[in-house]
């Protein structure tokens, strides 16, 4: 079983900065692809940002400009640096990881909670 377990969550006020993180228990090297996703009240969970091979990235049109994804290997743990917030991006986000090899599968952190808010 692979853990992941996101932080950095909380009340921003419009035009504020955030940046989440997610501490994964497994090494970076072994996930083909790590990405944040997000849900708000009433919605479906959408893609937020994705990086793939540990070099490409792809990121909603909602949030391009906005936000940056990125890793530290040495760490384990990857970023969601947020900024221009809006508050439509209010939303639980969440943390997610493939991996190859021994731990093969798809998993999930618990969720962040995001408020943008005046």
């Known amino acids: 079983q692979v853990q992941l377990v996101e932080s950095g969550g909380g009340s921003v006020q419009p035009g504020g900065s955030l940046r989440l993180s997610c501490a994964v228990s497994?090494?970076?090297?072994?996930?083909?692809?790590m990405g944040w996703y997000r849900q708000a009240p009433g919605k479906q969970r959408e893609l937020v940002a994705i990086m793939t091979s540990g070099i490409s990235t792809n990121y909603a049109d909602s949030v391009k400009g906005r936000f940056t994804i990125s890793r530290d290997n040495t760490r384990n743990t990857v970023y969601l640096q947020m900024t221009s917030l809006k508050p439509e991006d209010t939303a639980v986000y969440y943390c997610?990881?493939?991996?190859?090899?021994?731990?093969?599968?798809?998993?999930w952190g618990q969720g962040t909670q995001v408020t943008v808010s005046s």
């Open positions: 497994e090494s970076l090297f072994r996930a083909y692809a």
């Open positions: 997610n990881g493939r991996f190859n090899g021994r731990f093969a599968g798809d998993y």
